[in-house]
């Protein structure tokens, strides 16, 4: 009974702790909502046109960031360049939302527009404005990005922290092109 016990013992302290992924964003089938960000670069520069009532029923992938590296904002905005650029016949449209709490977070962004896609939108918003709630995109620390995918503003794919890396880049592009039919 000792042996079995201590068998026992020794296969749980052997399992790994898996930790629950943090959840984020719209589910599949869900319905996307107005909402008017501030954009700083892209078509809608200098507006705060919301991105679902202006594009309608067009394909689009809308990337919310919080707590995300500089590095991979940009990443992202090149993944979604190439992207939108070869499913022009489609009009896709991509965005790429920045959620702000600070003055200086938007002077930072600035920076960022300098080498960004002009086919890309990049717009910031704060992170207790309504549409956080109702695109129900998660603050936490624990949630780096938010990537929807939707066309006929129904969601059809949703990314929580997605690594724009190539593994990343096929998801997101595997999901473009279900949203792009």
Not at 161 to 178: D, F, M
Request: hydrophobic share 45%; charged share 20%.
């Amino acid at each position: 009974m000792k042996l079995m016990t201590t068998a026992l013992f020794s296969a749980l302290v052997a399992l790994p702790v898996l930790a629950a992924a943090p959840t984020s964003g719209l589910k599949v089938g869900e319905t996307v909502s107005p909402f008017h960000p501030t954009h700083i670069a892209g078509p809608n520069k200098g507006t705060d046109a919301c991105p679902p009532c202006t594009y309608g029923d067009r394909p689009q992938v809308m990337v919310w960031v919080n707590h995300e590296d500089e590095a991979n904002i940009v990443a992202f905005q090149k993944m979604l360049g190439k992207e939108v650029a070869e499913h022009q016949k489609q009009e896709l449209k991509a965005f790429v939302v920045n959620l702000t709490n600070c003055e200086g977070c938007v002077t930072k962004m600035d920076s960022w527009t300098k080498a960004w896609s002009p086919n890309v939108g990049l717009a910031h918003i704060s992170s207790g404005d309504p549409a956080v709630e109702a695109w129900k995109v998660n603050i936490s620390t624990k949630v780096k990005n938010t990537v929807l995918v939707y066309k006929n503003r129904k969601v059809v794919a949703n990314f929580v922290n997605l690594v724009p890396n190539a593994a990343g880049a096929a998801k997101l592009e595997a999901a473009i092109h279900k949203a792009a039919k």
